[in-house]
């Protein structure tokens, strides 16, 4: 039961960016909406990637895939900035 509340939310989460392209007048609301989610999870997972020599990685949690994947580079941003702040 409970991962059906989780494809769910995330069916739901990803019409909202659909609408949201919609609003923003578009031409492919669904591929920019997918496009961004995209950009998100490579980001994250450049950060991670890079985190041996850089020394700075996020962990790899429903709450970041989540926060990345709706925000994209800026959400990944404030993810390592709140890592900061809270070590």
């Given at each position: 039961?409970?991962?059906?509340?989780?494809?769910?939310?995330?069916?739901?989460?990803?019409?909202?960016?659909?609408?949201?392209?919609?609003?923003m007048?578009?031409?492919?609301?669904?591929?920019?909406?997918?496009?961004?989610?995209?950009?998100?999870?490579?980001?994250?997972?450049?950060?991670?990637?890079?985190?041996?020599?850089?020394?700075?990685?996020?962990?790899?949690?429903?709450?970041?895939?989540?926060?990345?994947?709706?925000?994209?580079?800026?959400?990944?941003?404030?993810?390592?900035?709140?890592?900061?702040?809270m070590?």
């Open positions: 039961m409970q991962d059906l509340w989780i494809v769910l939310c995330a069916c739901g989460v990803f019409l909202l960016l659909c609408i949201i392209q919609v609003i007048k578009s031409r492919h609301p669904v591929r920019h909406a997918i496009g961004g989610i995209l950009v998100g999870l490579c980001t994250l997972m450049v950060v991670n990637l890079t985190g041996t020599f850089t020394g700075v990685s996020l962990p790899i949690s429903p709450l970041t895939i989540g926060v990345s994947g709706v925000a994209g580079i800026p959400g990944v941003t404030l993810l390592l900035l709140l890592n900061l702040i070590k």
